[in-house]
């Protein structure tokens, strides 16, 4: 290896360069402030069509190829045969010699059957199992699937207890700070007298995972870093009309509601801001280059069925499952409520599936399903603001009482859905220790399948022939000899 720089990318999810901008201007001694006055920045846009996900845009940043191409549409996907042909970009990094350092980027579970090349190796909060490396992150990884797991369009105040406890006492072992464990113990008493915070419980993960990542950074130091975190992008889809409330003409958010939301996008920004203040550190300390990203953004949705009061959900998948007729066994892949995937052992089962759900109605509306594999069926619920007499299921034109259909109609305690939504623009932001680049901005926009070739010259590797050219003027930037 001739030259190389090593980095860290901060995966911040679906933030675009506004909400990052509204929080520097109310903060100016934030690091999001710093970063924007010393760092450059590039608006981004993912060339990905149709309907944007973060489990098919992340893909195409970490790919350098678009969905087109990669063909990964879901969580829980089964991307073996992608990884052989477009493999994401610590993959390459790892085959080219490079340490690596991984913490939950979407799609990277399994973990690679050679791991001597990763320093660390956290899979994403979808993953199917907590193996991780090193031995000690898997009890967090447990953890952290069993907060997935009670998570869905509301908050569960449950706690998983024994693994809470396995979880907990390796957890300052392994780098979680005891002024995490303070302020969750903070929010959790809060719940107690404000409700409302319990919206806040979704961050608890995000800065477990953190203190875990930055522990483990901070030891071992590799080439190559990559930390997710979703936990303003939850914030921005359900509380962006509580802070930006001119955005919004046809929807009446009242003002109370606003009243009782207005600081959750605050709040999820300072979390992430605290993050991105210790990375500036570890950048000033040991010569990182930090760059924040996301792989599209997310904008205003002025529509007034984003206010949500109801669902219909799922509650018990094998009376649902039964409904349809099928009986083989499966799997349930984790993915965002109300979007459900399923893995059945036979192939039989998911066609089954599949002729069945196009028969669903639910209050007259039919049930979005399609198939991800030969074995793999997604299905979509989630049919909003049905009235309790409007509340009926059929199958093959059979009425079926929705609760043993499984089914039922939720209240939404936010009541709202995704008042905010994914669009095609996104950021990408650098710092770099030793130069000032005084905020500029650099030629834009930029295509997020250019980020992948960036991080690869970065560290001296020469992308693969599909990739496009890296990025010119951060590709090249501060490398030294190895």
Do not use: C
């Given at each position: 290896m001739a030259e190389y720089r090593r980095f860290v990318l901060f995966e911040l999810n679906e933030v675009p360069l506004r909400v990052v901008r509204h929080y520097a201007d109310r903060h100016p001694g934030s690091a999001f402030a710093r970063l924007l006055a010393k760092g450059q920045r590039w608006d981004t846009v993912t060339p990905d069509k149709g309907h944007l996900s973060p489990w098919i845009t992340w893909p195409t940043l970490h790919r350098g190829v678009s969905s087109e191409q990669h063909h990964i549409v879901a969580l829980g996907q089964d991307v073996a045969e992608v990884n052989s042909h477009y493999p994401p970009v610590w993959t390459l990094l790892a085959a080219a010699g490079r340490r690596v350092g991984m913490f939950g980027s979407l799609h990277?579970?399994?973990?690679?059957?050679?791991?001597?090349?990763?320093?660390?190796?956290?899979?994403?909060?979808?993953a199917a199992g907590p193996e991780a490396k090193p031995a000690e992150l898997s009890a967090f990884q447990r953890f952290n699937l069993q907060m997935v797991d009670r998570s869905g369009r509301n908050v569960s105040t449950d706690l998983p207890v024994k693994d809470a406890?396995?979880?907990?006492?390796?957890?300052?072992?392994?780098?979680?700070?005891g002024g995490t464990l303070a302020k969750i113990a903070r929010q959790v008493a809060s719940e107690r007298i404000w409700r409302d915070r319990a919206a806040r419980r979704r961050t608890i993960q995000s800065l477990l995972a953190f203190d875990l990542f930055l522990a483990q950074l901070g030891s071992k130091r590799p080439d190559a870093a990559f930390f997710f975190t979703n936990h303003v992008a939850s914030a921005m889809h359900r509380y962006w009309p509580a802070t930006f409330v001119d955005d919004y003409h046809a929807t009446k958010w009242s003002d109370e509601w606003v009243r009782r939301f207005s600081g959750e996008l605050d709040y999820a920004m300072g979390e992430a801001d605290h993050m991105l203040a210790d990375l500036l550190a570890v950048a000033d300390r040991h010569d990182y280059l930090i760059l924040v990203s996301g792989s599209m953004g997310q904008a205003a949705v002025d529509s007034p069925e984003r206010h949500i009061k109801t669902e219909v959900l799922l509650r018990d998948m094998d009376r649902f499952l039964a409904t349809l007729g099928i009986h083989g066994a499966w799997k349930r892949r984790r993915t965002m409520e109300p979007t459900y995937t399923l893995a059945f052992d036979d192939a039989a089962s998911a066609d089954t599936l599949i002729d069945a759900a196009a028969t669903v109605k639910i209050a007259g509306q039919p049930m979005p399903t399609r198939r991800l594999g030969a074995r793999e069926v997604e299905f979509v619920l989630g049919h909003p603001n049905v009235e309790d007499g409007d509340f009926t299921v059929t199958v093959r034109n059979h009425a079926i009482d929705p609760a043993a259909a499984g089914l039922?109609?939720?209240?939404?305690?936010?009541?709202?859905?995704?008042?905010?939504?994914h669009v095609p623009e996104g950021m990408l932001l650098a710092y770099d220790p030793r130069e000032d680049r005084r905020g500029r901005a650099g030629d834009s926009p930029v295509s997020t399948t250019r980020i992948a070739p960036t991080l690869l010259a970065l560290q001296g590797v020469a992308p693969p022939p599909y990739m496009e050219q890296p990025i010119e003027d951060l590709a090249d930037v501060g490398l030294v000899p190895a």
């Open positions: 990277s579970y399994p973990p690679p059957a050679d791991l001597s090349q990763y320093d660390f190796y956290v899979p994403d909060t979808f406890l396995s979880f907990l006492t390796s957890a300052l072992p392994a780098g979680v700070r039922a109609n939720v209240m939404i305690d936010d009541e709202v859905g995704a008042a905010a939504y």
